[in-house]
């Protein structure tokens, strides 16, 4: 040929057109995606008993274990309530036994004819309705009881204590969220792939995961489900579903389905929600 610069350039176009086509076919095949969070379980921590905090032994972002005490509320109403009740309940258990004593008495009397049918019926109701009264006094003396152990909230699993603004001496309300515990066995990956590389992703596939400002510790992870529907923007859907973004495409934007990826290798780092993640599909 006389001019082989002509034939170096159409061959570097043609091996750089098959290598971009081999990245596109892997990409597609084998997908991936930078668009990837750390997610976990969030467990609001609230009071089931109304007053004011009188201690908490713990500190903002604190490991706990299930069972430690995260912060106690004032007792002393509760008790006050415990004691009355155990008080009432001996009240009705001696009109119990009062009541019982004279239906045996009216019973005994009745049959030997000395008393009428009337005078032991009402013995009889009589010691119905102490019956109830204590079996009601005896509700109302657990009720206070467990009352009172609401006074102390404990964690409920494993965790990290976060974003935590409270302090000795607030008064909190029945429900009134205080705390966020983050369930330390609930770590798993949301990542986000393109409509067109979802028939490529299937449960149980493996996952090579790669946190960002730590690319040189990958972890293994498996996928476990993906999403049924993204939230749309006519109001098709209801907004339960998740709301993302579409990106840049070249001719149409197609859409990103949520892909949850569980972790099954042991990551070197600690993970925290909102992580920015890589995730690849490996698929054999």
Do not use: C
């Not at 969070?37 to 299930?66: E, F, L, S, T």
């Not at 009740?85 to 005994?108: G, H, I, M």
């Not at 964690?155 to 309300?173: E, K």
């Not at 990106?247 to 099954?264: A, G, H, K, Y």
């Amino acid at each position: 040929m006389k001019n082989p610069r002509y034939l170096v350039t159409l061959v570097v176009v043609v091996l750089a057109m098959v290598a971009a086509l081999a990245m596109y076919f892997r990409y597609i095949t084998r997908p991936w995606t930078r668009d990837a969070q750390v997610r976990a379980n969030v467990i609001g921590i609230a009071p089931r008993v109304a007053g004011p905090i009188v201690h908490i032994p713990i500190q903002d972002n604190q490991p706990v274990k299930k069972g430690d005490l995260l912060f106690e509320i004032d007792p002393a109403t509760f008790q006050s309530a415990v004691d009355n009740a155990a008080a009432k309940l001996q009240q009705a258990q001696a009109a119990q036994v009062q009541a019982q004593q004279e239906f045996a008495r009216q019973t005994k009397l009745y049959e030997t004819k000395v008393t009428d049918l009337q005078d032991y019926q009402n013995a009889q109701d009589e010691y119905a309705s102490a019956v109830a009264d204590t079996a009601a006094a005896t509700a109302t003396l657990e009720n206070a009881k467990l009352n009172l152990s609401y006074t102390k909230v404990f964690a409920t699993v494993d965790g990290y204590m976060t974003n935590m603004n409270t302090s000795v001496g607030q008064y909190v309300n029945v429900g009134q969220q205080l705390l966020a515990l983050v369930d330390a066995s609930s770590f798993w990956i949301a990542s986000y792939f393109k409509e067109t590389q979802l028939k490529h992703i299937q449960p149980g596939d493996k996952a090579m995961i790669t946190l960002m400002g730590h690319e040189s510790q990958s972890f293994e992870g498996a996928v476990d489900s993906v999403a049924w529907g993204i939230f749309l923007q006519d109001g098709a859907t209801v907004d339960l579903l998740p709301d993302v973004s579409q990106t840049i495409d070249w001719v149409r934007l197609p859409n990103r389905f949520p892909v949850r990826v569980q972790i099954t290798g042991q990551p070197s780092m600690p993970l925290r929600i909102g992580q920015t993640v890589s995730v690849s599909i490996l698929r054999e």
